[in-house]
Nanobody, 122 residues
Framework: QVQFVESGGGLVQAGGSLRLSCAVS????????FGWYRQAPGKQRELVAS???????KYSDSIKDRFTVSRSNAKNTVYLQMISLNPDDTAVYYC????????????????WGQGTQVTVSS
């Protein structure tokens, strides 16, 4: 069973930065694409970034040019570097593995990790 352990969240002031990590176990990491999602209170979970097996990245318009997704096949870990954070980025952040369908990332694991809370104060 694939497991995701997210970490690196915290409380940060607007304009600050954080680097999230997602440690993945139970899968052949290098053969999977991954996505970072976030869920704010009262809102649906949304995809913010994804990275393919070959390292090609895609981003949602809401975070483009501020977030960078990367992966380490040696460490079985996916990262999300976030800069210029604003209060709208406040959410619990999750990662999941998946595939691309018609160029769009779709997560594949039903079981999610606990997520990591990011809170941005104004």
């Amino acid at each position: 069973q694939v497991q995701f352990v997210e970490s690196g969240g915290g409380l940060v002031q607007a304009g600050g930065s954080l680097r999230l990590s997602c440690a993945v176990s139970g899968s052949t990491f290098r053969f999977n694409a991954f996505g970072w999602y976030r869920q704010a209170p009262g809102k649906q979970r949304e995809l913010v970034a994804s990275i393919s097996i070959g390292g090609i990245t895609k981003y949602s318009d809401s975070i483009k040019d501020r977030f960078t997704v990367s992966r380490s096949n040696a460490k079985n870990t996916v990262y999300l570097q976030m800069i210029s954070l604003n209060p709208d980025d406040t959410a619990v952040y999750y990662c999941n593995s998946g595939i691309y369908v018609d160029g769009e990332f779709r997560y594949s694991e039903r079981s999610w990790g606990q997520g990591t809370q990011v809170t941005v104060s104004s």
